[in-house]
């Protein structure tokens, strides 16, 4: 497997400074973290582009109409809520913390996700077990996965092993890079691309499909839904009913979507441009 190399982000840094305390016991004692401001994520000029995007959202896909009216206050609290478990799961992960988190029975084959805030705790779900995790670079947080860069060439080659040999996939699906193929779906309210290989994948083998919508924590595990479908459905259809249960996610919470830049590359628009 290749390996991206390159100069830790800031928000690496960040979790490794938070890994290294004694402070991130409690998965909730984010207080500190988000009154210092110290991080960028979390000042006022973030948090008000964070709301910029999301009133062109709702101009431009109405796709909020019927939902709780946020105010910029409301908002940029729970954008920065966000971030702070965001790097708070992900510190744990790093100092190797384990919270004993549990993963539902699940059919083998492709297992969507996307950058919910808690998502880097759902790697200790999959180490050990028969799951190929893609990553486009090597993760503090996902040490221990049996990981496979998409930018290998190999990477193919793996998943379809891995697939006909009775394991899953687990894929990000709120983000595709310029080099791969994507495939057109409805994403609340606005046209939008997703990653097509993984769906092709689950069309041509007939494979089961679902989706990580979050962690419960107090259950202490992954909340997963499986993705009905029907033999006519095409690699279309697949991509549509995951990007219907993003769509919900997000309009159930706006803030709660970590990966508000993500929409510079799913919809026509760059709401981030020059940020």
Request: some cysteine; overall charge neutral; glycine content about 6%.
């Amino acid at each position: 497997m290749s390996k991206t190399v390159g100069r830790p982000t800031a928000e690496d840094l960040l979790i490794e400074r938070i890994a290294a305390s004694q402070d991130i016991a409690d998965l909730n004692d984010i207080a500190k973290l988000y009154e210092s401001r110290k991080v960028e994520c979390f000042s006022p000029d973030f948090i008000n582009k964070a709301w910029s995007c999301y009133e062109v959202t709702v101009q431009q896909g109405h796709a909020f109409n019927g939902t709780s009216v946020w105010s910029p206050h409301a908002f940029g609290e729970a954008f920065a809520t966000a971030w702070a478990r965001h790097l708070v799961a992900s510190a744990i992960r790093l100092r190797g913390d384990s919270l004993g988190l549990s993963m539902p029975p699940i059919r083998p084959g492709i297992i969507c996700m996307y950058h919910f805030p808690l998502y880097p705790l759902c790697m200790e779900v999959v180490v050990g077990k028969d799951i190929l995790v893609l990553v486009h670079r090597e993760f503090p947080w996902a040490k221990g996965a049996n990981i496979a860069n998409v930018h290998a060439p190999d990477v193919a080659r793996r998943i379809f092993r891995h697939l006909r040999a009775g394991g899953s996939v687990i894929a990000m699906v709120d983000y595709k890079y310029d080099m791969t193929r994507g495939i057109d779906v409805d994403f609340i309210g606005l046209p939008a691309q997703l990653p097509r290989g993984i769906f092709d994948l689950s069309h041509r083998m007939g494979l089961s499909i679902g989706l990580v919508t979050g962690l419960d924590i107090a259950g202490m595990q992954l909340l997963y839904k499986g993705i009905a479908r029907v033999q006519s459905d095409t690699s279309e259809t697949l991509a549509q009913k995951v990007a219907n249960e993003i769509s919900a996610e997000i309009v159930r919470s706006p803030p709660e979507w970590l990966m508000w830049p993500n929409f510079s590359h799913l919809w026509p628009f760059d709401p981030w441009k020059d940020y």
